[in-house]
């Protein structure tokens, strides 16, 4: 596609349910990240995938968090027994080569739990 | 861990008035430094970047600026239109390739 995609675009989910986002990168972009964003403020790291590869996990603030890129290419996040403080956006984004390069940003997939 | 600040957090001002947003960062030893347009609802929308060995960047009426020693970045919008409203975000690029983000500045130009 054209740029980055990100589905859904918005989710509301009761509190203790598992949720799955979905992010569909520029076709042939080998690097892959997902941010998440508070409201008010600026994005922070998650995790990082090259290719299939999850290189770089740190950012995942719990064991609930948990995200694949099985076939190097879609990417999921999924948060296990969503709890309030994980209401936010989430932010997915890809770079053809390394971590380093420009990154593309999709519009996000805004999460509320209740 | 890298820390990244932006002053103001939230700026408004009339058309055509030109005006810089500031970028301070605690590690000097970054890689990259770019500066990205965001509006509600919407990602991120890359404005400009930096290399660590440049001084500073322009595109149209943007010039942003790198000063690595201080660790600060300038971003300046010459002949602000209402179309530039949004959050001013600023990234700084690790070496290790992590990215890390400010606050952002909300920019209102009041036509």
């Known amino acids: 596609g054209a740029g980055v995609s990100q589905s859904p675009r918005y989710k509301v989910a009761k509190r203790g349910q598992d949720v799955a986002l979905r992010c569909d990168p520029i076709s042939g972009h080998v690097s892959l990240f997902w941010y998440q964003q508070a409201l008010g403020q600026g994005p922070e790291f998650l995790t990082y995938f090259q290719n299939e590869a999850q290189l770089d996990k740190s950012g995942l603030p719990s064991d609930r968090f ?40 999709g519009p996000g997939t805004r999460l509320l739990v209740l | 861990k890298q820390e990244v600040t932006q002053i103001p957090a939230a700026l408004s ?7 810089v947003l500031n970028c301070s960062f605690t590690d000097s030893a970054i890689y990259n430094l770019q500066w990205f347009r ?24 943007l010039n942003a600026s790198l000063d690595k020693s201080s660790g600060r970045s300038t971003l300046y919008i010459a002949a ?25 500045t909300s920019l209102t130009v009041i036509p």
């Open chain 1, 66 to 105: 948990f995200a694949e890129r099985p076939e190097g290419s879609v990417s999921t996040l999924k948060i296990q027994r969503t709890q309030q403080e994980d209401s936010a956006v989430y932010l997915c984004a890809s770079s053809f080569g390394q971590s380093r390069e420009t990154q593309y940003f």
């Open chain 2, 13 to 19: 001002v009339p058309e055509g008035e030109n005006l």
């Open chain 2, 80 to 104: 602000s239109q209402p179309g530039d409203s949004a959050t001013y975000l600023c990234a700084v690029i690790q070496f290790g390739g992590q990215f890390y983000f400010g606050t952002g």
């Open chain 2, 38 to 61: 965001q509006d509600p609802g919407k990602g991120l929308t890359s404005l400009l970047l930096i290399q660590s060995s440049q001084r500073e960047q322009t595109s149209g009426r």
